[in-house]
């Protein structure tokens, strides 16, 4: 699966700083972990970030936010996030300290 490069930049520009935070190639595409779990995943149109099902309705009621799909089955606790919405530095922020925390 090809993975938006731009996007995968913006997630190390952000994590840079960040200890405990690392890119693993994954599904091929970029996964970020923190602490040895996934938290957030590139791909072409946009993002996956694990945010945890006690979270996951907080998370999904940001504009840009849905459920995440894989095969057709709906994967409890992580989100998809829509290229646009996740360019938004604010909305990111919001998510990702979501993910840090269920991570």
């Not at 996934?38 to 940001?62: L, Y």
């Not at 995440?68 to 992580?78: A, E, I, N």
Request: hydrophobic share 45%.
């Amino acid at each position: 699966m090809a993975y938006d490069k731009g996007l995968a930049q913006i997630m190390r520009d952000d994590l840079s700083a960040v200890i405990g935070f690392s890119e693993k190639k994954m599904f091929g595409g970029s996964a970020f972990m923190y602490a040895g779990h996934m938290v957030c995943g590139i791909h072409k149109d946009g993002a996956m970030i694990r945010v945890g099902k006690d979270q996951e309705t907080d998370a999904k009621a940001f504009e840009g936010a849905d459920v995440m799909m894989y095969t057709f089955r709906k994967m409890g606790g992580l989100i998809d996030v829509t290229d646009v919405a996740f360019v938004d530095d604010d909305r990111r922020a919001i998510w990702m300290g979501m993910a840090q925390r269920h991570a």
